[in-house]
């Protein structure tokens, strides 16, 4: 799942014209949003393209409910239950 999570990020960041550098390698559960130049605005987007994409309805309350990686993996779980 984290392999199709990063397609989602990096289409995304492509979709706003920004520049996503941050090989899949790299990313582990623990990656901070922060780290991947995560703004509120590209949360949103990211966020939306994930429901659409991964066919899931995420509850987002706020930004800070998600830190990590590991968090938004775990809410798509919990989506997809």
Known sequence: MLEELYNVISDSYKQM???FNTPLSEITEETKLKDLDMDSVSFVVIMMNI???MNVRLNVDSSSAFQTVG????????AKN
Do not use: G, M, P
């Not at 968090?71 to 919990?78: E, G, P, Q, S, Y």
């Open 17 to 19: 014209n920004r520049e």
């Open 51 to 53: 429901e659409d994409k």
């Open 71 to 78: 968090d938004v993996l775990n809410a798509i779980k919990t």
